[in-house]
């Protein structure tokens, strides 16, 4: 993966006032770079670009020209394009931060950040609620397991590595076979961004989880029958190949999409004929109306480890999350499933008996 350029940072004899929008926009996405990882600066550069390209549009020549009304048409303007509340939300948080680093390089008037509407939006719409449940993931991974054509396969051992341990997309393609101890069944999630596999929250998402007996012999079975040896472009040997060697986010994605195909282990709930069936492909298997992404697979394994019982601190550890991001955003259990599965067990020490 190619790091992002953003351009060239030039010095202005004029003062930080005479910036252009896309000046500003390099120079504020630069400014950041150490702290960001690749997907989060990858996903500011877009929806800045998006506003440097409306002040463009609208004749802003100079950052100091933005005011609270030129800031609330923006808004406006990215409104009526009838995106989801989610998205303004998140393109508005962005754009505060970046008028923010205006104000402290002084290049537009004091105060201009706290102009910058952030619109509120409901708790229950700030997440998705789409998971691979656990109705699915364990019938799902029972199936591979005694499946000899599937046992131990690429798809076996990428969803069991996922279901079990909550990693996120790239924390698996960022394994190793070091990162995998057979003695001690242990997978350890390392930053190593010098080449290629950053971490979500960098030196803080490291940890080694523990996985079950069963886990790590379907990973054993994986390396010794199914897995390319192969290495990477700075010559790792990645856990998960592909014949090229360490595979693109993207392809770990397809991975998945097809790992979890319902008609693995059953017929097809949605009616399709399998050996037909578009969906099967590489380029549609997104498509397939219950195949999962990874991020699919983490929600329902975060709601699974905490409706088996597993600690919350516990539950933090093994998935690099807090708890109030877990209760916001993964932990996507109802209402009567958090009643019948979490309470229900602990009635029995309210009797008065």
């Known amino acids: 993966m190619q790091r992002l350029c953003y351009g060239a940072v030039r010095l202005s004899m004029s003062g930080p006032r005479k910036l252009t929008p896309r000046e500003a926009w390099h120079r504020y996405l630069n400014s950041r770079r150490t702290e960001l990882t690749e997907e989060t600066a990858s996903t500011y550069h877009y929806r800045l670009k998006l506003f ?12 100091a020209e933005l005011d609270g009304w030129l800031l609330d048409q923006y808004e406006s303007f990215r409104a009526g394009q009838n995106i989801a509340s989610t998205t303004i939300h998140n393109e508005m948080e962005t754009l505060k931060s970046f008028v923010e680093y205006l104000e402290r390089i002084e290049a537009v008037d004091d105060d201009l950040g ?3 509407n952030v619109p509120d939006i409901p708790r229950g719409e700030r997440s998705r609620e789409t998971k691979l449940s656990a109705d699915r993931a364990i019938p799902l991974i029972q199936n591979y397991r005694n499946d000899d054509t599937l046992s131990g ?10 279901w079990h341990t909550g990693a996120r997309l790239g924390g698996l393609r960022s394994l190793d076979l070091r990162d995998f101890d057979r003695e001690e069944r242990t997978l350890e999630f390392v930053h190593r961004p010098e080449t290629d596999t950053p971490l979500k929250n960098k030196n803080n998402g490291e940890r080694i989880v523990g996985i079950s007996e069963q886990v790590s012999k379907t990973i054993v079975e994986y390396i010794q029958s199914d897995r390319w040896d192969k290495h990477d472009e700075n010559g790792r040997q990645p856990l998960f190949t592909s014949m090229q060697g360490r595979p693109s986010s993207n392809t770990v994605r397809i991975w998945m999409y097809m790992a979890t195909f319902p008609c693995l282990h059953e017929e097809c709930p949605h009616g399709y004929e399998k050996a037909a069936c578009e969906f099967r492909c590489h380029s549609k298997s997104s498509q397939c109306p219950s195949s999962r992404a990874p991020h699919h697979v983490r929600t329902g394994s975060i709601t699974w480890h905490r409706d088996r019982g597993v600690p919350k ?3 933090e550890n093994r998935v690099n999350a807090s708890q109030d991001v877990i209760d916001e955003y993964y932990d996507k259990a109802s209402r009567q499933e958090r009643m019948e599965q979490r309470r229900r067990p602990h009635l029995h020490k309210l009797d008065i008996e």
């Open 52 to 63: 440097t390209e409306w002040c463009e549009d609208n004749g802003i020549e100079t950052v």
């Open 153 to 162: 396969t690429r798809s076996h051992a990428l969803l069991e590595t996922a």
């Open 313 to 315: 601190e516990v539950t």
């Open 114 to 116: 706290e102009r910058v």
